[in-house]
């Protein structure tokens, strides 16, 4: 056997596999996907058999009651009592108890009890207890308890107990307790007990008990 009569099946081979890589990830991906929505899909029924509203890959399965719920062939969306939910491109969305959540590109987003939570580009979104969570590239959101979160930019979110926090640029902010945080560009806010913290362009701010601490430009604050 010549040496190209016995390249040719091996490049024949190694073609096979190559065109099956994307085709095998893609099974691997909607069976994961699959997996979770049936786990989702018994808790939600068991809770809340009345109302309801469930979409797996792009097919509504159960739809009772005043939830909505939509999805694409590669998402899941779960809603119940009364609540909405949309999930696109490799997503899942949940909502509960007269709330709404979105989810797109890769992310997820969970809402309970009159709250709003949106994620989009591989982000995490969750909103409790009439509060709003928003995350969008490779940003996670966590609001509770009648608080506001907002994380873009590989960033982090957290707000707890009527408070808001915003992060930005590869930030963190954190709120708690009737307060309010926000940090942009590489930077760190913690604010806690009626307070307020700010930083900005690689900075670290931290208020706590009733007082301002505001940080730019490398600046470390504490208060």
């Known amino acids: 056997m010549s040496p190209e009569q016995y390249d040719e099946p091996m490049r024949a081979r190694r073609h096979d596999r190559a065109s099956s890589t994307p085709a095998r990830v893609r099974v691997f991906v909607l069976g994961t996907l699959l997996a979770v929505a049936l786990t989702l899909f018994t808790g939600s029924t068991a809770v809340a058999a009345g109302d309801v509203c469930v979409s797996i890959l792009g097919k509504t399965v159960v ?10 062939a590669t998402s899941v969306a779960i809603a119940t009592r009364g609540s909405n939910a949309v999930a696109q491109n490799r997503s899942i969305a949940r909502a509960h108890d007269l709330s709404s959540a979105t989810a797109s ?8 009890n009159l709250s709003e939570a949106s994620a989009t580009g591989n982000s995490r ?13 490779g940003s996670t959101a966590t609001a ?29 902010a954190t709120a708690n307790n009737f307060s309010q945080a ?3 560009a590489n ?10 913290a700010g930083a900005s362009n690689g900075s670290r701010a931290r208020a706590t008990n ?11 604050v504490t208060c």
């Open 105 to 112: 590109d890769g992310s997820r987003a969970t809402a309970r």
């Open 63 to 72: 739809q009772k009651g005043t939830s909505t719920c939509q999805s694409d």
């Open 125 to 137: 979104a969750t909103a409790g207890n009439t509060s709003s969570a928003f995350a969008s590239d």
């Open 144 to 172: 509770k308890d009648t608080s506001i979160a907002h994380a873009a930019g590989n960033s982090s979110a957290t707000a707890n107990n009527f408070s808001s926090a915003g992060a930005s640029g590869r930030s963190r």
């Open 187 to 196: 930077s760190r806010a913690t604010a806690a007990n009626l307070s307020t």
């Open 182 to 184: 926000n940090a942009s």
């Open 210 to 220: 009733q007082c301002t601490a505001i940080a730019s430009n490398g600046q470390t």
